[in-house]
């Protein structure tokens, strides 16, 4: 099977979308009978045994003419197959789609902008799905009632456990001396706001402004370039917010030497840093909100993600050492099942179904109809 993969997302961002594509694309190279291709658009990471071929970056203005340059090199390549790492799609070859989360439609977005049109365009065009979570599943037929449940499978994010592994406690020491991390820290990893606030990392901050008896710093890693000077006015004295850039190394670090990841998002379609920090030896705090309780188990504190009085409690709690013991215990025992090549093998599966959904003559027709559309508005694209 020759698969056609469209790099897009490592041209768009470096989050955790890009770290999904990043570790399953080698290992469904390594699948038998399996050839990939990717469309290098820029930034893409090194990936063993794929051939890149250099192609033009993506613009969402004019996404229907990047469908008929798609199709053109999908005709030229022979590919058997398409998948984007987001959703750009070409005319008439079967494909299938991950999705990764249905923030946009959960918090209501607005889908009059160009790119999340293109998602519900990525939606309608692919035949099979491949879902990072039973609540990503479940949302995605909520609002895509038409998609028949049995072309919808779910595979769970996996994780790189050589990277993100118990680390002694000399390598710690040395992390917290080069970021200066010499008081007891709380980490937040990742976005802090987003669109509607749904991160809500602003409740870490408003439990930290009364935390008696937590003499402790926050660290952030990652995210919007600045924390709002706002969200530090009111800290108790003496507590200092440090924001930083890691390497995954260090980003293993800097979970092992935490207090606890607190991650009060209000949804996720998956929530890698918990994972990555259960892995790295740190207690988690989150919610049970979209997939988080779904993926923390019996593995974290959970809490509302609504109430400031009991996360404070949570980061109190977990200090304690037989709490802290538990989690960590927990933690370790409940990432062992998650694995990239999990999600590789399935998206593989997924393909093939759609390989074969593409003989069909329902599926031809489709495609033929979708090709007559969108050629229609690439040539309206430009009048607009």
């Given at each position: 099977?020759?698969i056609?993969?469209?790099g897009?997302?490592?041209?768009?961002?470096?989050?955790?979308?890009?770290?999904?594509?990043?570790?399953?694309l080698?290992?469904?190279?390594?699948?038998?009978?399996?050839?990939?291709?990717?469309l290098?658009?820029?930034?893409?990471?090194?990936?063993?045994?794929?051939?890149?071929?250099?192609?033009?970056?993506?613009?969402?203005?004019?996404?229907?003419?990047?469908?008929?340059?798609?199709?053109?090199?999908?005709?030229?390549?022979?590919?058997?197959?398409?998948?984007?790492?987001?959703?750009?799609?070409?005319?008439?070859?079967?494909?299938?789609?991950?999705?990764?989360?249905?923030?946009?439609?959960?918090?209501?977005?607005?889908?009059?902008g160009r790119?999340?049109?293109?998602?519900e365009?990525?939606?309608?065009?692919?035949s099979?799905?491949?879902?990072?979570?039973?609540?990503?599943?479940?949302?995605?037929?909520?609002?895509?009632?038409?998609?028949?449940?049995?072309?919808?499978?779910?595979?769970?994010?996996?994780?790189?456990?050589?990277?993100?592994?118990?680390?002694?406690?000399?390598?710690?020491?040395?992390?917290?001396?080069?970021?200066?991390?010499?008081?007891?820290?709380?980490?937040?990893?990742?976005?802090?706001?987003?669109?509607?606030?749904y991160?809500?990392?602003?409740?870490?901050?408003?439990?930290?402004?009364?935390?008696?008896?937590v003499?402790?710093?926050?660290?952030?890693?990652?995210?919007?370039?600045?924390?709002?000077?706002?969200?530090?006015?009111?800290?108790q004295?003496?507590?200092?917010?440090h924001?930083?850039?890691?390497?995954?190394?260090?980003?293993?670090?800097?979970?092992?030497?935490?207090?606890?990841?607190?991650?009060p998002?209000?949804?996720?379609?998956?929530?890698?840093?918990?994972?990555?920090?259960?892995?790295?030896?740190?207690?988690?705090?989150?919610?049970?909100?979209?997939?988080?309780?779904?993926?923390a188990?019996?593995?974290?504190?959970?809490?509302?993600?609504?109430?400031?009085?009991?996360?404070?409690?949570?980061?109190?709690?977990?200090?304690?050492?037989?709490?802290?013991?538990?989690?960590?215990?927990?933690?370790?025992?409940?990432?062992?099942?998650?694995?990239?090549?999990?999600?590789?093998?399935?998206?593989?599966?997924?393909?093939?179904?759609?390989?074969?959904?593409g003989?069909?003559?329902?599926?031809?027709?489709f495609?033929?109809?979708?090709?007559?559309?969108?050629?229609i508005?690439?040539?309206?694209?430009?009048?607009?």
């Open positions: 099977m020759k056609v993969v469209d897009v997302f490592f041209q768009l961002a470096s989050t955790g979308i890009y770290r999904v594509w990043a570790s399953i080698p290992l469904m190279a390594r699948l038998p009978d399996t050839e990939i291709v990717l290098d658009r820029g930034k893409s990471p090194p990936l063993p045994g794929i051939r890149k071929i250099e192609f033009p970056r993506y613009t969402w203005n004019s996404s229907a003419a990047d469908s008929r340059l798609l199709e053109m090199f999908c005709e030229d390549a022979g590919a058997d197959v398409f998948v984007s790492t987001y959703y750009t799609t070409p005319l008439t070859v079967p494909s299938a789609l991950i999705i990764h989360d249905m923030i946009p439609e959960v918090f209501k977005f607005d889908f009059s790119g999340w049109m293109e998602k365009i990525a939606i309608a065009y692919a099979r799905f491949i879902c990072v979570s039973e609540n990503t599943r479940s949302d995605l037929l909520k609002f895509y009632p038409d998609i028949p449940e049995e072309r919808v499978a779910i595979a769970h994010c996996g994780l790189d456990k050589a990277n993100f592994r118990v680390r002694d406690a000399a390598e710690i020491a040395a992390f917290r001396a080069r970021y200066g991390l010499d008081r007891p820290y709380f980490i937040h990893v990742g976005s802090r706001e987003q669109t509607h606030g991160k809500n990392a602003v409740l870490m901050f408003k439990a930290m402004q009364n935390l008696p008896g003499d402790a710093d926050i660290l952030c890693v990652g995210g919007e370039p600045k924390v709002p000077a706002e969200w530090c006015e009111d800290l004295p003496g507590t200092r917010v924001h930083v850039h890691l390497t995954d190394d260090e980003l293993c670090l800097a979970y092992a030497g935490a207090e606890a990841l607190v991650f998002s209000l949804y996720e379609g998956f929530g890698m840093p918990l994972t990555e920090a259960m892995s790295s030896g740190c207690p988690v705090i989150t919610t049970e909100l979209g997939s988080l309780g779904e993926v188990g019996d593995a974290a504190l959970l809490i509302s993600g609504k109430d400031v009085r009991e996360l404070r409690e949570a980061m109190r709690n977990v200090r304690d050492p037989a709490t802290r013991e538990r989690l960590i215990a927990a933690g370790f025992r409940r990432v062992a099942s998650f694995d990239w090549d999990v999600l590789a093998r399935a998206v593989h599966t997924q393909l093939q179904n759609a390989l074969e959904d003989k069909t003559a329902e599926s031809q027709a495609h033929a109809e979708w090709r007559r559309v969108r050629l508005q690439e040539a309206v694209d430009p009048l607009l």
